[in-house]
Nanobody, 116 residues
Framework: QVQLVESGGGLVQPGGSLRLSCAAS????????MGWYRQAPGKQRELVAA???????TYADSVKGRFTISRDSAKNTVYLQMNSLKPDDTGVYYC??????????WGQGTQVTVSS
């Protein structure tokens, strides 16, 4: 089993920054890629950014140039640095792990609110 624990959400003013962390534990050798999704009220969950085992990254168009995903393999932790935050970035952010086999794993989610 793999467990994911997120941290780092909160309330920030427009233009501000936050860094989210996602720590993986358990059978982490089964993880192919990790990513961050978000879900705003009344909207579908969407991919924000992802990073593969060989450190290839992908981003949603809406966050390119503002968000950076990175990983610390020694700590089994993935980070999402979010800069120049906008109100549209508000939502619950979920950490996701794509596994070599079986269903993807999800964290419990962390709330990000961008508001003045």
């Amino acid at each position: 089993q793999v467990q994911l624990v997120e941290s780092g959400g909160g309330l920030v003013q427009p233009g501000g920054s936050l860094r989210l962390s996602c720590a993986a534990s358990g059978n982490t050798f089964r993880i192919n890629a990790m990513g961050w999704y978000r879900q705003a009220p009344g909207k579908q969950r969407e991919l924000v950014a992802a990073i593969t085992r060989d450190v290839r990254t992908t981003y949603a168009d809406s966050v390119k140039g503002r968000f950076t995903i990175s990983r610390d393999s020694a700590k089994n932790t993935v980070y999402l640095q979010m800069n120049s935050l906008k109100p549209d970035d508000t939502g619950v952010y979920y950490c996701n792990a794509a596994m070599t086999w079986g269903s993807p794993k999800w964290g419990q989610g962390t709330q990000v609110t961008v508001s003045s």
